[in-house]
């Protein structure tokens, strides 16, 4: 048995989660305690969390790389392993995708480019910054979080397409902002 330091009822050990830093192995608060000051706190706590990540991007990316360069054979064998199942998602998310025409815009600059795609946009945007992919793009070595994704329509395939080719004319044309290159 043990006492919660938060409600002060003394419970069973099972109440209590584990904690491998404490002297007898488990919190200090109990999970009935635990769950509600997560309930509570939630905004607070995520809020906490996305400046964390925000001010530790490049930690981060360090310990994502040191994970994946000592756990190769791992996730080879996860992904093989998980193969059917990645592609029957992979398949249902294109096929639930709706076509859409949106604009990639810088937010200092103002410069933007104009597309359209029947891909879930944010395959088809990182494709944009992948120099892989790309080579040619206007994105390509540029960093994603200076720029805003804007979804201007959705439609149909053809009406997408029609609207895409009608924004990229006028806009080619007429304003030096625009980085697209291709006019239909």
């Given amino acids: 048995m043990k006492q919660c330091t938060k409600c002060g009822e003394t419970k069973d050990f099972s109440e209590f989660n584990k904690n491998k830093n404490h ?3 488990l919190q200090y608060k109990c999970k009935a305690c635990q769950k509600q000051y997560a309930r509570d706190n939630k905004e607070k706590r995520a809020e906490y969390m996305k400046q964390w990540r925000d001010n530790n991007k490049a930690k981060l990316a360090e310990y994502g790389k040191q994970y994946r360069d000592a756990n190769k054979a791992k996730i080879l064998k996860y992904r093989q392993d998980h193969k059917d199942y990645n592609a029957a998602y ?9 076509p ?3 604009r ?8 933007y480019y104009i ?4 891909r879930p946009l944010c395959d088809r945007v990182n494709h944009h910054f992948d ?3 790309c080579p040619t793009s206007p994105f390509t070595g ?3 979080d200076n720029w805003d994704v804007t979804v201007l329509c959705y439609g149909t395939k053809s009406q997408v397409k029609e609207l ?10 007429q304003d030096i902002n625009c980085l697209n290159r291709r006019v239909g």
């Fill in 23 to 25: 002297k007898d192995g």
């Fill in 90 to 98: 992979k398949k249902q998310r294109i096929a639930n995708a709706t």
């Fill in 100 to 102: 859409c025409v949106y």
């Fill in 104 to 111: 990639i815009k810088h937010k200092t600059s103002g410069l």
């Fill in 115 to 118: 597309g359209s795609t029947t």
């Fill in 131 to 133: 120099k892989a992919c």
């Fill in 142 to 144: 540029k960093q994603k």
């Fill in 164 to 173: 895409e080719k009608t924004l990229q004319k006028t806009r080619v044309n």
